[in-house]
T-cell receptor
Framework: DGGITQSPKYLFRKEGQNVTLSCEQN?????MYWYRQDPGQGLRLIYY???????QKGDIAEGYSVSREKKESFPLTVTSAQKNPTAFYLC???????????????FGSGTRLTVV | DQQVKQNSPSLSVQEGRISILNCDYT??????FLWYKKYPAEGPTFLIS?????DKNEDGRFTVFLNKSAKHLSLHIVPSQPGDSAVYFC???????????FGTGTLLAVQP
């Protein structure tokens, strides 16, 4: 079955540490996205990538970094510069970088990051 | 600046009744609108969408209405079922950037 896999489901980080969240898709989608969900704030775009080896900052990119070395993979690193990293992180993908009316984005099941 | 707004954080309805979830937007250049459903600790799943050239789209129990002059869309669920209890996100697509902009979500609780 095609889909998006995010791992781990739960992640704990100490203050000052960098952590990397994994996102892998086997849908052959060109574009991938990272969103952050906080209570009362909906989904906010962190980074997105339309094609391999290219990515752009979203609305809240500070303190985060990404890479897109393979079409299937779009890992997100939460650096120590991110002031408030505790949140639910969602990865998504779409066909050809455009929004499909028939399905929009396909989302993974998310990673809950907690700073301890 | 919130381009997509869902002003009701929560909604409670009785099973079998109609649920109406509302969404307002500010950018007249949005060309597609989508609704997603999300359960706790899971990713959102696509529910229904509408193009800006239409004013209504129906899929089973779910209907989305678009009022472009008012920059308002709504999702109607009839009849509501307990399994519909979830957070519903409205999203809009800017054709120039191909990005989805999400509202803050509305938590729907359907009481048996």
């Amino acid at each position: 079955d095609g889909g998006i896999t995010q791992s781990p489901k739960y992640l704990f980080r100490k203050e000052g540490q960098n952590v990397t969240l994994s996102c892998e898709q086997n849908l052959n989608h060109d574009a991938m996205y990272w969103y952050r969900q906080d209570p009362g704030q909906g989904l906010r775009l962190i980074y997105y990538s339309q094609i391999v080896n290219d990515f752009q900052k979203g609305d809240i990119a500070e303190g985060y970094s990404v890479s897109r070395e393979k079409k299937e993979s779009f890992p997100l690193t939460v650096t120590s510069a991110q002031k408030n990293p505790t949140a639910f992180y969602l990865c998504a993908s779409s066909i050809g970088g455009t929004v499909s009316l028939s399905q929009g984005y396909t989302f993974g099941s998310g990673t809950r990051l907690t700073v301890v | 600046d919130q381009q997509v707004k869902q002003n009701s954080p929560s909604l409670s309805v009785q099973e079998g009744r109609i649920s109406i979830l509302n969404c307002d937007y500010t950018n007249s250049m949005f060309d597609y609108f989508l609704w997603y459903k999300k359960y706790p600790a899971e990713g959102p799943t696509f529910l229904i969408s509408i193009s800006s050239i239409k004013d209504k789209n129906e899929d089973g129990r779910f209907t989305v209405f678009l009022n472009k002059s008012a920059k308002h869309l709504s999702l109607h669920i009839v009849p509501s079922q307990p399994g519909d209890s979830a957070v519903y996100f409205c999203a809009a697509s800017d054709g120039a950037t191909n990005k989805l902009i999400f509202g803050t979500g509305t938590l729907l609780a359907v009481q048996p």
